[in-house]
């Protein structure tokens, strides 16, 4: 079964720091993993997702995350934050052979000035 | 290309009714998913529609119930409210129903049940 472990539920950083949200999943085969996020009273926008090849992966708004395998974790970073980074971040992971997506609890991340 | 939209944005019901959302995919998508968003339970997969058939569904009461029409567009129904189902419901949709696919999700219906 898929599950999807998100340490943190809030993350402050600095305007201008790294910004670095963890992500773990539970998987018995080699997964899809996701990254989106959500602004306030809007849905969900795909920031980055992993399927297969390069394990570095790049995304929107300057974000990007590595899959790693040996350690079931697909972390995402951005090297400076911005203010309008603040939004609550979920990673997600798809079955084998479905599309549904399966959540983690989310990351509230608040960018101080 | 329009986005993935839902209407109502807000409703409020009372409980004991019952309630029809509505989710419009992007042109081109044959796939349809929702999910219920909660502060308790976070983000739930309700079901998933292809081509008018329910492909998957998660672990929800059977008053939870949708259905998908030949446009693509697809409608969930929650009969006998509760007040545990206030929440915001998202619908998303993509191309096709592989895992690797990308789902584009809706603004969300927020419903209150008083």
């Known amino acids: 079964a898929q599950s999807v472990t998100q340490l943190g539920s809030h993350v402050s950083v600095s305007e201008g720091a790294l910004v670095l949200l963890r992500c773990n999943y539970s998987s018995s085969v080699p997964p899809y993993l996701f990254w989106y996020v959500q602004y306030p009273n809007q849905g969900l926008q795909l920031l980055l997702k992993?399927?297969?090849?390069?394990?570095l992966v790049k995304g929107i708004n300057g974000f990007e995350a590595e899959f790693k395998k040996s350690e079931t974790s697909f972390h995402l970073t951005k090297p400076s934050a911005h203010m309008s980074d603040a939004a609550e971040y979920f990673c997600?992971?798809?079955?084998?052979?479905?599309?549904?997506?399966?959540f983690g609890t989310g990351t509230r991340l608040t960018v101080i000035p | 290309k329009a986005g993935v939209t839902q209407t109502p944005r807000y409703l409020i019901k009372t409980r004991g009714q019952q309630v029809t959302l509505s989710c419009s995919p992007i042109s081109g998508h044959r796939s349809v998913s929702w999910y219920q968003q909660t502060p308790g339970q976070g983000l739930q997969f309700l079901f998933e529609y292809f081509s008018e058939t329910q492909r998957n569904k998660g672990n929800f009461p059977g008053r939870f119930s949708g259905r998908q029409f030949s446009n693509s567009r697809s409608e969930m129904n929650v009969s006998t409210l509760e007040l545990g189902d206030s929440a915001l419901y998202l619908c998303?949709?993509?191309?096709?129903?592989?895992?690797?696919?990308?789902?584009?999700f809706g603004p969300g219906t927020r419903l209150l049940v008083l």
């Open positions: 992993y399927t297969t090849g390069a394990t």
């Open positions: 998303a949709s993509s191309l096709g129903y592989r895992a690797e696919e990308t789902q584009y």
């Open positions: 997600a992971v798809t079955p084998t052979g479905a599309n549904n997506l399966f």
